[in-house]
T-cell receptor
Framework: GENVEQHPSTLSVQEGDSAVIKCTYSDSASNYFPWYKQELGKGPQLIIDIRSNVGEKKDQRIAVTLNKTAKHFSLHITETQPEDSAVYFCAAGWFSGGYNKLIFGAGTRLAVHP | GAVVSQHPSRVICKSGTSVKIECRSLDFQATTMFWYRQFPKQSLMLMATSNEGSKATYEQGVEKDKFLINHASLTLSTLTVTSAHPEDSSFYIC???????????FGSGTRLTVV
């Protein structure tokens, strides 16, 4: 079945450093790769996403890269701030006339220390 | 932007009773809704996918008779946990997508505690 692996499970960085989270997916039909930030007791919030026809996308301090051949995609956060501390989830899904089910990675707990 | 409202945010129920969780799309028509379950410090596990007016498609291992999903309108889906037991205690999250929205919009989640 579909599977998404995410690493690392925990990540601790100093404020101002960069953070990188990596994911791999198993279903080659996947064509939509969102990243979510989840704070305690809340639902996931979309922070950035990428479709399979694009290799990289950037939004201010956040960027996502996709390697379709290797089935890898990564989240890059630069100039980290304490408010970036949260759990981050990658996910893989596919769009075909509508959005089909989304499979999540296990999550990465990011801690940014002042 | 697209908004999904999920209620209640927290519920405590006695073992053996049923609990209904509502998920509403406030400003768009949700043709597809998804229900997830999340245990503490774990990922979101997809329970089922429902399309408006159709029966839900359940993921392997999810009991359809225990977790009743209704998606009778384009703005409302409900998840009913029947004969709840303590092991059903979890964080339940819905998400929705529609023809006029981009990606998936998530609700804020429901913390269910069965005592």
């Amino acid at each position: 079945g579909e599977n998404v692996e995410q690493h690392p499970s925990t990540l601790s960085v100093q404020e101002g450093d960069s953070a990188v989270i990596k994911c791999t997916y198993s279903d080659s039909a996947s064509n939509y790769f969102p990243w979510y930030k989840q704070e305690l007791g809340k639902g996931p919030q979309l922070i950035i996403d990428i479709r399979s026809n694009v290799g990289e996308k950037k939004d201010q301090r956040i960027a996502v890269t996709l390697n379709k051949t290797a089935k890898h995609f990564s989240l890059h956060i630069t100039e980290t701030q304490p408010e970036d501390s949260a759990v981050y989830f990658c996910a893989a899904g596919w769009f075909s006339g509508g959005y089909n089910k989304l499979i999540f990675g296990a999550g990465t707990r990011l801690a940014v220390h002042p | 932007g697209a908004v999904v409202s999920q209620h209640p945010s927290r519920v405590i129920c006695k073992s053996g009773t049923s609990v209904k969780i509502e998920c509403r799309s406030l400003d768009f028509q949700a043709t597809t809704m998804f229900w997830y379950r999340q245990f503490p410090k774990q990922s979101l596990m997809l329970m089922a996918t429902s399309n408006e007016g159709s029966k839900a498609t359940y993921e392997q291992g999810v009991e359809k008779d225990k977790f009743l999903i209704n998606h009778a309108s384009l703005t409302l889906s409900t998840l009913t946990v029947t004969s709840a037991h303590p092991e059903d205690s979890s964080f339940y999250i819905c998400s929705a997508s529609g023809a006029t929205t981009y990606g998936y919009t998530f609700g804020s989640g429901t913390r269910l505690t069965v005592v």
